[in-house]
């Protein structure tokens, strides 16, 4: 299924094969959280902006329109109208940071609807049951996040729940995946380390779970508050004991600049709602480094927000049209600035790609990492 066509020290560029076609490592998910992407971005717009895989999220779909709505539709591919892969991320990151009220036990979590306030129970077997409804192509297995900083002894014991439940998803899994109703028999999943920044529990958990011989594996609990440095030292040390012949897949990273280091460091999926969160606020990517387009300076620009970029938006529109649009509060300025973000980061990876094809990553590194981390 995961095969590294070439690799640069640790970086890899590969070839991930799934049901819904074949992933291009390095690779950047788009995320549509709801299956949609904020800023009126759909699933058709994203193959214009380069996008292999788009992600959405077990827990908002849950509590609405439900799973259950959701396979009735047909799953979220045809929902969608997306034919390329989804990943569904467990909901265990959003159950453990919007819940207010939750009430963790050995079988799951008990916690509120934050839409709500209707309780809920979710454990490791509702997590793959209600991702089997909505069919993505790869389904995340529900863990425990804990919050950083955090004790030693809580997180040795989180460790230790977090594969245990990895077992039992891994064996729901397997039987939802042989049902007759089952939407899609091929649903892979995913194992997600954790451990906190504590270098010995996260290399002992990674150790545990990639026995248990999964699809691919996740670093998580990382990019919440810790300084950048810390998480590459994580990685460094997670990643020698992450399975070579699996894709390796870094959860809610980040900024391009992170995207860099962590490739360097042998990841090979990415996520963040950064580029798209960023746009609906007018803070916006481009290859000399980061602008603020609604900046008094763009008013009269005629100029595109890059002139080295072919998305859509650049192509065809004007800084200053596109700061007018976002101070008029009109929903046009949000949806082709997330366009342009979107093409930017799916067009990094791409060009990340084609370096590690050259032999040259090293080089763009250092050429790219100071202008792309840089506020104009």
């Known amino acids: 299924?995961?095969?590294?066509?070439?690799?640069?020290?640790?970086?890899?560029?590969?070839?991930?094969?799934?049901?819904?076609?074949?992933?291009?490592?390095?690779?950047?998910?788009?995320?549509?959280?709801?299956?949609?992407?904020?800023?009126?971005?759909?699933?058709?717009?994203?193959?214009d902006l380069k996008c292999q895989v788009m992600l959405c999220n077990t827990y908002h779909l849950h509590v609405r329109p439900g799973d259950e709505v959701v396979k009735k539709l047909g799953?979220?591919?045809?929902?969608?109208?997306?034919?390329?892969?989804?990943?569904?991320?467990?909901?265990?990151?959003?159950?453990?940071?919007?819940?207010a009220l939750r009430k963790i036990e050995e079988e799951g979590v008990t916690f509120a609807s934050h839409v709500d306030g209707r309780k809920i129970f979710m454990g490791p077997e509702e997590s793959m049951q209600i991702q089997s409804n909505l069919g993505s192509t790869i389904a995340m297995a529900f863990d425990e996040c804990v919050e950083n900083p955090a004790e030693y002894s809580y997180s040795f014991e989180s460790c230790k729940r977090t594969t245990r439940w990895l077992k039992r998803c891994k064996s729901e899994m397997a039987r939802l995946n042989s049902l007759e109703?089952?939407?899609?028999?091929?649903?892979?999943?995913?194992?997600?380390?954790?451990?906190?920044?504590?270098?010995d529990l996260r290399t002992e958990h990674m150790k545990e779970i990639a026995e248990l011989d999964l699809n691919g594996y996740a670093i998580g609990g990382l990019a919440v508050?810790?300084?950048?440095?810390?998480?590459?030292?994580?990685?460094?040390?997670?990643?020698?004991?992450?399975?070579?012949?699996?894709?390796?897949?870094?959860?809610?990273v980040g900024t391009p600049v992170?995207?860099?280091?962590?490739?360097?460091?042998?990841?090979?999926?990415?996520?963040?709602?950064m580029p798209s969160r960023n746009a609906r606020h007018g803070h916006i990517f481009t290859s000399k480094g980061i602008i603020n387009v609604m900046n008094l300076k763009y008013e009269t620009d005629t100029s595109p927000i890059d002139e080295n970029c072919n998305?859509?938006?650049?192509?065809?529109?004007?800084?200053?049209?596109?700061?007018?649009?976002?101070?008029?509060n009109e929903m046009l300025g949000q949806r082709l600035l997330v366009m342009h973000n979107l093409y930017f980061y799916n067009n990094l990876l791409e060009e990340i790609r084609l370096a590690l094809d050259n032999g040259t990553f090293a080089q763009y590194k250092k050429e790219k990492i100071e202008i792309l981390g840089r506020r104009i």
């Open 225 to 252: 508050g810790e300084p950048a440095e810390v998480m590459y030292d994580i990685i460094e040390s997670v990643e020698p004991f992450m399975p070579k012949d699996k894709p390796r897949y870094l959860m809610g």
């Open 75 to 99: 799953g979220l591919h045809k929902m969608t109208n997306w034919d390329r892969p989804i990943l569904t991320d467990s909901g265990g990151f959003q159950v453990f940071s919007l819940a």
């Open 311 to 328: 998305c859509p938006t650049c192509k065809n529109f004007s800084k200053g049209y596109l700061r007018h649009l976002l101070k008029a």
């Open 181 to 199: 109703t089952t939407i899609n028999k091929n649903q892979m999943l995913f194992g997600i380390n954790q451990g906190c920044t504590f270098k």
């Open 1 to 47: 299924m995961f095969k590294i066509l070439k690799q640069e020290n640790n970086a890899r560029r590969g070839e991930f094969k799934t049901v819904h076609g074949t992933v291009q490592t390095p690779a950047f998910m788009n995320v549509a959280t709801s299956a949609a992407i904020k800023g009126g971005v759909s699933a058709l717009d994203l193959k």
């Open 258 to 273: 992170n995207i860099l280091e962590a490739v360097e460091r042998g990841v090979d999926l990415f996520d963040c709602v």
